[in-house]
């Protein structure tokens, strides 16, 4: 049997228009997602978790508290993603920050099925990180540090990422009933798993 033949790059960069789109629908579907873990008490992973567990913890502001904790990736993320894709993951990480607070405030389930809950924040926040890499830009540092693996030695971003979240997760142990945790670890399995297969730089090209 031939080989495959490789897809033809497209040399056509997406336009600032097509950037601002993606990235605003991103942005909005990841802070809707984090919306609905909350409204359950639950968590996340990677940056995202670890704001979020923090802010449950000190009873601090989700948005400044992920803000903060993203701040000591950007160097590592400039040097090894370039200065585009910093200053386009930070615009993400502050858009998301104000999101994530404003939903929040207006956004309030009377009744929220733990099971629906955390499928529905692992298909949004899923969709709306996928939408970041393509138009190279990420969610938070941990993201980057996953798709910088994944270029160098072909392990998957989305394996990496569950990685971080097992080590957060076990942290929360100490903090959270098990079901909590239990419950959140299944959103993290959706969420990682759907990066997994759908990140392969063999099947598209980002610009």
């Known amino acids: 049997m031939p080989a495959a033949t490789p897809v033809a790059a497209n040399t056509q960069k997406h336009s600032a228009l097509e950037d601002l789109q993606g990235l605003s629908f991103g942005v909005f579907t990841c802070s809707l997602g984090v919306v609905f873990l909350s409204q359950l008490g639950f968590l996340t992973g990677q940056s ?16 400044l508290i992920f803000f903060l904790v993203n701040l000591p990736f950007y160097w ?34 009377e009744a929220l099925n733990p099971l629906v809950g955390t499928l529905a924040f692992g298909a949004l926040a899923g969709v709306g990180i996928l939408a970041c890499i393509r138009h190279k830009s990420s969610l938070g540092g941990m993201t980057a540090l996953a798709l910088t693996i994944q270029d160098a030695t072909g392990f998957k971003a989305g394996y990496v990422q569950q990685i971080a979240d097992v080590l957060i997760f076990t942290a929360a142990l100490f ?10 670890i299944f959103g993290s399995l959706i969420l990682n798993f759907f990066i997994a297969v759908n990140h392969r730089r063999d099947r598209y090209i980002v610009h």
Request: aromatic fraction near 16%; hydrophobic fraction near 60%; proline fraction near 2%.
């Open 48 to 63: 995202a978790g670890l704001a979020l567990l923090l802010s449950y913890v000190l009873d601090m502001n989700f948005g």
């Open 76 to 109: 590592f993320t400039y040097k090894k993603l370039g200065l585009e894709f910093t200053i386009k993951s930070a615009l993400c990480v502050t858009a998301m920050a104000v999101t994530v607070d404003l939903l929040r405030d207006i956004i309030v389930f």
């Open 175 to 184: 903090l959270f009933p098990f079901e909590i945790v239990l419950w959140s």
